[in-house]
């Protein structure tokens, strides 16, 4: 039997206090926020401080931000067991025994690591249980029976996810505890409770998150069509790939959400400044400029999305061109080549006429594929098609990219091409355990040669070599062997490569930021076109909850 959920409450103003003590909203009370937060690991091993962290830093925002009425509800791990099952690291002090510190981080061919990795119990209260899976289904069973016309349902999702296991790419899932989940099709079936008229906002963090901007579709599918409930999400990663983030330092938030949230916040999860992103100059930060701040910002490797991106590539498409596969599949985009166009075109047509006609709306005329807007113009030209957070992504992607706003869109799109390719095709510093065994078999023996006392497995660290006053002079004489220098030298190298990798994936990433919005700008040029009226109703509706705001 499940447990029963229990709920924080927050009321701004004046305080009602039968909602206060009993946790039941006042009979006069006006429209409510509800809050479900889904987070933490599928085990202690995978339950990051990191995790922890976004629950606490959302926590704050709601407290700082939020000035109208709200209640929450957290599932986070094990919920309340007392057990350990959090991961985090401490650092670890070398600095006193240099010599025993670069003996003992040999082994791994990585260099020096100052930390080491514990575990505890949680540190998120006010949790109503675990995130189990029947829980979550059971809680938001009881929120479709108390939400009424002018609340809303935001869920904020920061834990693991896992690929979809059907034959289906984008029924992926969230990931629970006991290594259990949650599949975006479950989801979409348990989200059909809560009433039409209360628009859900979804904000997801975990790896393959972007299967769950399909449930705008009934069953999470496609072809089912579109949901009457009115959902939107906004998505740190595509369908196909991992998202960054899950660690178990809190030092570094280089992840979506902490982006998100921090942009309306003003600062960041570990309390940098944060420079308002109000595009409208309204004097809020809604939840399509907290997005647009995450894609400029964000240095991972995560590509964005937003459900309205979702809806664009279902019933839109471009003049002479081929959006290619979904980011992730290891292909590259390209444009039809000249002796296939007008047969894509004319496949896109039918495939249009076809939806018309299945919608019932026979009467509506689709216009020829001739007609379709293209990528074409400067970046200049295509920003100034788009709307505002879309012109403001392109102005500050090809600014980081170093990329001139009067050249071509189309080089743009050529350029992922070939980036992909080379980065794909090209192999940075890897040295094979063969080569580790080597490297350290040599210093082993020059060590053994030198120091015969350090050679004794079991008790080279009570050698003479290695007392405290010994320890700066032993040190000196291992890195002046000729076997340490070629060691650093290599290691170096891997360092070098590997940045080198990272700033290519950066720069790849971009990139692939960039080619989504220029492919969303032509995309909500040529939906009418394309899609019938009800479908271009809701994709209105569906921007216009994404332009909302947290009040």
Known sequence: MPAKASSEFVVSGILCLSLV???????????????????????????????????????EVLREQHHAPWSMTTYFADGQDEKAD??????????????????????????????????????????????????VRSELHRL?????????????VTSHGGKAEDDDPYNTTISCWDRQSITARDFESWLDGIPEEVPVIMVMAQCYC??????????????????????????????????????????????????????IAGRTRSGKPVERIDLDADGKVSF???????????????????????LLRTYSRIGNYDYGPPPGSGQQHEFYAASTTAKAASEDST???????????????????????????????????????????V????????????????????????????????????????????????????????????????????????????????????????????????????????QQRRTREMRKVKLQRLTNTLEAIVLAENLALLAPPDIVQRYETILELENSTLN
């Not at 479709?144 to 904020?156: F, K, P, Q, T």
Request: glycine share 8%.
């Open 21 to 59: 003590f009993t946790g039941l909203p006042c009979a006069e009370a006006s429209a409510l926020d509800y809050f479900l937060v889904l987070a933490g690991g599928h085990s202690p091993a995978g339950n990051q401080a990191s995790l922890e962290a976004n629950v606490l830093f959302f926590r």
């Open 86 to 135: 959090l991961q985090y690291s401490v650092e670890i002090a070398q600095a006193a025994s240099p010599a025993t510190n670069l003996l003992t981080n040999l082994v791994s061919f990585g260099g020096p690591s100052n930390t080491r990795l514990r575990y505890r119990n949680h540190r998120v209260e006010n949790t109503a249980g675990p995130l189990r899976p029947e829980l």
């Open 144 to 156: 479709s029976g108390v939400m009424r016309a002018g609340d809303r349902l935001l869920i904020y």
């Open 210 to 263: 972007g299967g769950f901007a399909h449930t705008i579709f009934d069953n999470s599918r496609q072809s089912d069509g579109i949901s009457p409930h009115n959902r939107v999400g906004f998505f740190a990663q595509q369908h196909d790939l991992a998202a960054a983030g899950c660690r178990p330092d809190i030092r570094n938030d280089e992840e979506y959400s902490s982006y998100f949230w921090g942009a």
């Open 288 to 310: 399509v400029e907290a997005h647009t701040y995450a894609v400029l910002a964000s240095q991972t490797i995560d590509i964005p999305l937003r459900t309205s991106e979702t």
């Open 351 to 393: 495939a249009a006429d076809q939806r018309v006609q299945d919608s019932g709306q026979e009467q509506y005329a689709v216009r020829k594929p001739a007609m379709l807007a293209e990528i074409s113009g400067s970046l200049a030209d295509m920003a100034a098609r788009g709307s505002r957070d879309q012109s403001a992504i």
């Open 395 to 498: 102005h500050g992607l090809a600014r980081q990219l170093d990329l001139d706003m009067s050249s071509d869109a189309t080089t743009v799109l050529g350029q992922l091409a070939e980036e992909i390719k080379d980065a794909s095709g090209s192999s940075s510093y890897r040295r094979g355990s063969r080569g580790r065994r080597s490297m350290r078999s040599n210093i082993l023996k020059q060590i053994a040669e030198e120091f015969p006392e350090l050679a004794d497995r079991e008790n080279w660290k009570e050698a003479e070599s290695l007392r405290p006053e010994n320890q700066q002079a032993t040190y000196e004489r291992l890195i002046a062997m000729e076997a340490f220098e070629r060691y650093q030298e290599a290691l170096d190298a891997r360092q070098q490569a590997d």
